[in-house]
């Protein structure tokens, strides 16, 4: 009686119920309480700790093995009833052992209100039977930042496919912050550049997702190898095309398209369905347990980022303030020995490309740069600054009155490597918004944009049509042959910052 309980709940798990006309919508609340717990799984904390440990117990028998020098980076996990799915979850939290994040990234998909957009959170914490889970102040401000996200608390209220994660979490992870996202209807590049913002090497990205649902099993056993086939090939043209094959199958795209442009390297841990647990073998649902590894932690992180620390970064600040003063014939105080002192450190004399920008109101006045080495860091920056303010063939040479009203950002580059890709699409996807600088060149045609204008231009498809106007060709000369493409990070520092 019991399973067939949990069966049902897992069956109206994958129906999306419409908000109708004068459906009452249920208003947030500071905590969001655990609606499923004693459903889909034990509302008694002690229970609830014994049949995760149990279910983990049974995975650890043939559990796939990882190696401990490669950062995890994002896990699929399934999310019905602890008796179906939980053994194909203990199978991704072994995955969890020895590791230690600060924050979890939620994904899944909608199944209650038939959401256009994502949805997320306006409560503070989650809870669960095991205890609260505080809300990331990073999912408070998505509504805010992107129009593809806002509050819905009728799915807020209802949705199970982030809440049946926690408690698993709970035990392995103990003390972390959420932010859970419900993905309806959306642009999965956009969701996926969204998403990306929130990575770093702190956070866990958890991707929510069951199989086919209610096939045969032996049809099931086959379209579901062919699903996760696509998954760890990183096919997202397999997947896209698919029918029920993921109801998590957006999400599942959005963490393809994290994985091409990251170079996550997928592994299956397990794979299994209803009917080889508590269902019948008539109608099943599919489950999977898959990680996603990042190269060796000693390489993955942006560190060649970060070759100057804050007090060099201002000193070049202050020298460009100096240089423009002097070619204005300014009377200015001349820059301090403690400032000269830093100019002069070795990490400063090392050959780097720089950009110097300026901006008056928070409008650009002057940008000018090389992305390859032209001297050392010092000699670059000081040229930089007076190309930036006198030779920039879109503004006039600026003037005494202006200097006063000047904002000054110094941008440091690493070397700019070639970018390999096989079409438009999969350029798109291998771009990593707000984070790359991108040069694109055609025969004797080419220019650059740094990171920072990802901010003006979010979206991809748009950063690179305005870069390709820039270098004179097509806006649309991206999506043909022939493009050769390049990016490079950047360390940048701001006057007042």
């Given at each position: 009686?019991?399973?067939?309980?949990?069966?049902?709940?897992?069956?109206?798990?994958?129906?999306?119920?419409?908000?109708?006309?004068?459906?009452?919508?249920?208003?947030?609340?500071?905590?969001?309480?655990?609606?499923?717990?004693?459903?889909?799984?034990?509302?008694?904390?002690?229970?609830?700790?014994?049949?995760?440990?149990?279910?983990?117990?049974?995975?650890?028998?043939?559990?796939?093995?990882?190696?401990?020098?490669?950062?995890?980076?994002?896990?699929?996990?399934?999310?019905?009833?602890?008796?179906?799915?939980?053994?194909?979850?203990?199978?991704?939290?072994?995955?969890?052992?020895?590791?230690?994040?600060?924050?979890?990234?939620?994904?899944?998909?909608?199944?209650?209100?038939?959401?256009?957009?994502?949805?997320?959170?306006?409560?503070?914490?989650?809870?669960?039977?095991?205890?609260?889970?505080?809300?990331?102040?990073?999912?408070?401000?998505?509504?805010?930042?992107?129009?593809?996200?806002?509050?819905?608390?009728?799915?807020?209220?209802?949705?199970?496919?982030?809440?049946?994660?926690?408690?698993?979490?709970?035990?392995?992870?103990?003390?972390?912050?959420?932010?859970?996202?419900?993905?309806?209807?959306?642009?999965?590049?956009?969701?996926?550049?969204?998403?990306?913002?929130?990575?770093?090497?702190?956070?866990?990205?958890?991707?929510?997702s069951d199989l086919s649902h209610y096939l045969p099993y032996h049809e099931a056993v086959t379209?579901?190898?062919?699903?996760?086939?696509?998954?760890?090939?990183?096919?997202?043209?397999?997947?896209?095309?698919?029918?029920?094959?993921?109801?998590?199958?957006?999400?599942?795209?959005?963490?393809?398209?994290?994985?091409?442009?990251?170079?996550?390297?997928?592994?299956?841990?397990?794979?299994?369905?209803?009917?080889?647990?508590?269902?019948?073998?008539?109608?099943?649902?599919?489950?999977?347990?898959?990680?996603?590894?990042?190269?060796?932690?000693?390489?993955?992180?942006?560190?060649?980022?970060?070759?100057?620390?804050?007090?060099?970064?201002?000193?070049?600040?202050?020298?460009?303030?100096?240089?423009?003063?002097?070619?204005?014939?300014?009377?200015?105080?001349?820059?301090?020995?403690?400032?000269?002192?830093?100019?002069?450190?070795?990490?400063?004399?090392?050959?780097?490309?720089?950009?110097?920008?300026?901006?008056?109101?928070?409008?650009?006045?002057?940008?000018?740069?090389?992305?390859?080495?032209?001297?050392?860091?010092?000699?670059?920056?000081?040229?930089?600054?007076?190309?930036?303010?006198?030779?920039?063939?879109?503004?006039?040479?600026?003037?005494?009155?202006?200097?006063?009203?000047?904002?000054?950002?110094?941008?440091?580059?690493?070397?700019?490597?070639?970018?390999?890709?096989?079409?438009?699409?999969?350029?798109?996807?291998?771009?990593?918004?707000?984070?790359?600088?991108?040069?694109?060149?055609?025969?004797?045609?080419?220019?650059?944009?740094?990171?920072?204008?990802?901010?003006?231009?979010?979206?991809?498809?748009?950063f690179l049509s305005h870069l390709c106007l820039k270098a004179g060709m097509p806006a649309d000369?991206?999506?043909?042959?022939?493009?050769?493409?390049?990016?490079?990070?950047?360390?940048?520092?701001?006057?007042?910052?």
């Amino acid at each position: 009686m019991k399973a067939a309980f949990f069966h049902l709940l897992a069956a109206a798990a994958v129906i999306i119920s419409p908000v109708l006309p004068g459906t009452a919508i249920v208003p947030a609340a500071p905590v969001r309480p655990g609606v499923w717990a004693g459903k889909f799984y034990p509302a008694d904390s002690a229970e609830l700790r014994k049949t995760i440990a149990g279910l983990i117990a049974e995975a650890r028998r043939d559990a796939v093995p990882l190696p401990a020098d490669r950062p995890l980076r994002a896990i699929v996990m399934p999310h019905a009833g602890y008796i179906y799915s939980g053994l194909a979850a203990a199978h991704a939290m072994l995955a969890l052992e020895g590791r230690h994040f600060k924050r979890v990234v939620l994904l899944g998909p909608d199944h209650r209100v038939g959401l256009r957009g994502c949805a997320v959170t306006d409560a503070r914490a989650w809870q669960t039977p095991l205890g609260r889970v505080p809300v990331d102040d990073a999912a408070r401000g998505l509504d805010r930042r992107y129009r593809a996200f806002a509050p819905n608390a009728t799915s807020d209220a209802l949705e199970h496919c982030l809440e049946v994660e926690l408690p698993f979490l709970q035990v392995q992870l103990g003390k972390f912050t959420i932010v859970p996202i419900v993905m309806g209807q959306a642009d999965v590049q956009e969701v996926a550049r969204i998403v990306d913002t929130l990575l770093d090497g702190d956070t866990l990205l958890v991707v929510s997702s069951d199989l086919s649902h209610y096939l045969p099993y032996h049809e099931a056993v086959t379209r579901d190898r062919r699903t996760v086939s696509a998954v760890v090939s990183l096919d997202d043209g397999a997947l896209a095309g698919c029918r029920n094959c993921a109801c998590g199958r957006d999400p599942l795209r959005v963490l393809i398209s994290l994985a091409r442009r990251h170079d996550w390297q997928p592994k299956l841990l397990y794979i299994n369905n209803s009917g080889d647990t508590a269902g019948d073998r008539d109608r099943v649902v599919g489950y999977a347990a898959i990680a996603f590894l990042g190269e060796n932690a000693m390489t993955t992180e942006t560190d060649d980022t970060a070759v100057l620390n804050q007090e060099q970064g201002m000193a070049l600040v202050k020298l460009v303030r100096h240089t423009i003063a002097e070619k204005l014939g300014l009377k200015k105080a001349p820059l301090s020995e403690e400032v000269r002192a830093v100019l002069a450190q070795d990490a400063l004399q090392a050959r780097r490309g720089t950009f110097v920008t300026l901006k008056i109101g928070g409008q650009l006045r002057g940008c000018i740069g090389n992305i390859a080495a032209a001297g050392t860091i010092v000699d670059s920056v000081r040229q930089n600054a007076v190309n930036a303010a006198f030779r920039d063939p879109r503004f006039a040479p600026l003037t005494a009155a202006e200097f006063d009203d000047v904002d000054i950002e110094v941008s440091i580059l690493t070397e700019p490597k070639p970018l390999a890709f096989s079409d438009a699409r999969d350029l798109l996807s291998r771009l990593r918004p707000e984070k790359d600088g991108v040069i694109i060149r055609r025969g004797s045609a080419g220019a650059t944009f740094l990171p920072q204008v990802w901010e003006q231009l979010p979206k991809p498809e748009e950063f690179l049509s305005h870069l390709c106007l820039k270098a004179g060709m097509p806006a649309d000369a991206w999506k043909r042959p022939g493009l050769e493409v390049l990016t490079y990070q950047v360390q940048y520092f701001e006057e007042g910052k």
